[in-house]
């Protein structure tokens, strides 16, 4: 399985950015697709994740402001993220995993600066 992250690049603070993510080979059709971030010298904390079933989770601290979302039939999630902030600058990596694989992505990279 493989995953081809984009949408990363330069947002000033308060600005949004939408980040997609679409996988493709031979993918169990029940499945979770997750978006991960790991900021310099931190570690890579989970963002928010997608079942197949249409179940959503995210980190607390980023609730309201970052909203996930996939489309089953193309093996693809989205994340929007508003009201950007300077902490919010990391690697972001999305992940797909089931029963039988588990797959991460190269990360793309959002910086948020004036």
């Known amino acids: 399985v493989q995953l081809q992250a984009s949408g990363g690049g330069l947002v000033q603070p308060g600005g949004s950015l939408r980040l997609s993510c679409a996988a493709s080979g031979r993918i169990y059709s029940r499945n979770t697709m997750a978006w991960y971030r790991q900021a310099s010298g931190k570690e890579r904390e989970m963002v928010a994740s997608?079942?197949?079933?249409?179940?959503?989770n995210y980190a607390d601290s980023l609730k309201g402001r970052f909203t996930i979302s996939r489309e089953n039939a193309k093996n693809t999630i989205h994340l929007q993220m508003n009201s950007l902030q300077s902490e919010d600058t990391a690697v972001y990596y999305c992940r797909i995993f089931s029963w039988d694989f588990d797959s991460w992505g190269q990360g793309t990279l959002v910086t948020v600066s004036s």
């Open positions: 997608a079942h197949s079933s249409g179940s959503t």
